[in-house]
């Protein structure tokens, strides 16, 4: 068994001013790490992830110094949605474990000081689930009501709203003569949150999880509980990811109460929190993410895609970054991520001649910005998107639009593990094919190599959990991308620290008046004895550095 069993004051406006108290509080201080069960570590060599895998790796994430984990779904599931589609929402999947695994892995990390998150899917069930079997069985079964239904229109759908698919979002149910609503797949029927049955059954699975100890959720998909009463169309949309403005089925009044409701029943447990996906197309919406915190009654935090949208680009940066934290009520508290299930890994995403330089600079950035950072799984090593084939594609989405859309398979890949086969992911195979980089981006490479990515992230971690100012401070920019480089301050009472990020693959002038005693903290490219007396330097390329004030000059 294992053992386990790191410009001046004058910019005040643009600064997130930190909340009176300074505990550590563990989903705001602390880092958090996204595992997709499915690719973490296969123990019993069937070719998917599972709960025992993420067990014997327990040692790993223990070394890397995050605080909670996150768990994409493992409950059961037909997998047409790779878990997003529940069957039974108080077991556990028999590809993943059982549930003595589960509280196994909870007991595990509790000991380790390390919180677990799991994902809940309050929007939709799987169409196999027993409620919508029921549901689906007559109009008159008592279940009927827990699924949106609608009798055609002139022999029609009930109006235009189309699933993520792009496709009708009503299926037509022939032994019962009506449509049915599913935002995504047909096999995912949305639930009718209008019926008050519906949110008690859902609370009382968030209990049995919480009583169990679980530490929080992750919600999927929140914004999209409640729809129209009327139903009625949604407006034509110009944006190229989707046609419609959902202004019905996305967003509506009822999901604030939800999100509100569900922050009293996490309240009235102990230390524990919930984050929401408030999902939204490119370029995102920090506003419509942070109304979700609710003035401290909301979620406790909300992600933000407009971060993980951006290109590599200084400037687009500093103003998705200054936005989302303007966005902030009083009293609430940003998260940051660069990567997840859903969307590319940015090791590749950038087209950069330095990938390495590059994943350092916005592993730096993300670890010093103010806010919780969500790190995902392989991130710290730089795994990359995997171009996947498709007759071993998996998501739903990559089978219907590829090549035009190649789907979400490419950032789902086994972790690599080793240069062995199969990534030392598993001894017999994999569910997803493997990119055939793991010979040389894997952990057991990077472990023994002190200047690897790996140990950079790690580096990092520990720093944010020693200096608290990169926890609790200030977020104050001082050169906000122009030309190519962004530096703020992150500073409380104790210390002073700054970041200066160059996103240039050449050398850059950074040219900014603040004098004072400064000394290298950490760099990509600087050596810690380095001192300076102002902020004006030339920047190496990709350079990501941290420098401490250790006094004025006088």
């Not at 055609?152 to 698919?165: D, L």
């Not at 008690?200 to 009463?229: E, S, T």
């Not at 403005?245 to 999901?255: C, L, Q, S, V």
Request: charged residues 20%; neutral net charge; aromatic residues 14%.
């Amino acid at each position: 068994m294992n053992s386990a069993l790191m410009q001046s004051s004058s910019n005040s406006s643009m600064t997130l001013t930190p909340q009176h108290s300074q505990q550590h509080i563990w989903w705001k201080h602390g880092v958090i790490y996204q595992i997709y069960p499915r690719s973490f570590y296969d123990a019993n060599d069937d070719g998917i992830g599972d709960l025992p895998g993420i067990i014997e790796k327990f040692d790993y994430l223990v070394d890397l110094g995050i605080d909670a984990i996150w768990l994409s779904p493992i409950y059961m599931s037909p997998m047409y949605d790779c878990g997003y589609d529940i069957s039974d929402y108080y077991n556990i999947d028999p590809s993943f474990g059982t549930l003595e695994d589960f509280k196994r892995l909870l007991a595990i990390a509790h000991s380790n000081n390390i919180k677990i998150i799991m994902d809940m899917v309050l929007n939709h069930t799987s169409h196999l689930h027993p409620w919508f079997i029921e549901s689906s069985s007559s109009r008159d079964n008592p279940k009927r009501n827990w699924y949106i239904w609608h009798d055609p229109v002139n022999g029609k759908a009930p109006n235009n709203w189309k699933s993520a698919y792009l496709s009708s979002a009503w299926e037509w149910h022939e032994p019962t003569q009506q449509f049915y609503l599913h935002s995504f797949l047909k096999e995912q029927p949305d639930l009718n949150w209008h019926n008050p049955e519906v949110k008690d059954a859902m609370f009382n699975v968030m209990r049995y999880w919480l009583d169990m100890g679980v530490d929080g959720f992750r919600l999927d998909v929140i914004n999209y509980c409640y729809k129209d009463k009327r139903l009625r169309n949604n407006p034509f949309s110009f944006n190229p990811f989707n046609e419609q403005i959902e202004k019905y089925t996305k967003n509506r009044p009822e999901n604030y109460t939800l999100v509100q409701e569900i922050r009293q029943l996490i309240d009235s447990y102990h230390d524990r929190m919930v984050v929401g996906e408030v999902f939204c197309y490119p370029p995102g919406n920090p506003e419509l993410s942070a109304s979700y915190l609710g003035n401290g009654k909301g979620l406790h935090l909300a992600f933000d895609f407009s971060l993980l949208y951006q290109p590599f680009d200084a400037r687009k940066f500093y103003k998705s970054i200054k936005r989302w934290y303007n966005a902030i009520p009083e009293n609430c508290w940003p998260c940051n991520v660069l990567s997840n299930h859903d969307q590319p890994r940015y090791a590749d995403k950038h087209n950069s001649d330095n990938t390495d330089a590059v994943q350092r600079l916005l592993a730096l950035m993300l670890l010093t910005l103010r806010g919780t950072p969500f790190i995902y799984y392989g991130e710290e090593i730089g795994m990359k998107n995997c171009s996947i084939p498709l007759r071993h594609i998996k998501d739903p989405g990559g089978k219907r639009f590829w090549p035009i859309y190649r789907g979400r398979d490419c950032s789902r890949t086994p972790m690599q593990w080793s240069d062995e086969a199969n990534a030392g992911f598993s001894k017999s195979c994999s569910w997803l094919p493997i990119d055939s980089n793991y010979r040389t981006i894997n952990v057991k490479n990077q472990i023994k190599d002190r200047y690897s990515l790996l140990n950079f992230f790690k580096d990092c971690i520990k720093l944010r959990k020693k200096h608290s100012a990169l926890t609790t401070g200030l977020w104050e920019p001082l050169v906000k991308g122009k030309h190519g480089i962004l530096v703020y301050l992150r500073k409380n009472d104790h210390e002073t620290l700054c970041i200066i990020l160059n996103f240039n693959n050449n050398p850059a002038l950074l040219n900014y008046r603040y004098e004072a005693q400064w000394k290298v903290l950490y760099s990509t490219h600087r050596s810690k004895f380095e001192h300076f007396a102002d902020l004006r330097l030339q920047c190496y390329p990709y350079e990501a550095t941290i420098l401490q004030k250790v006094g004025d000059l006088s």
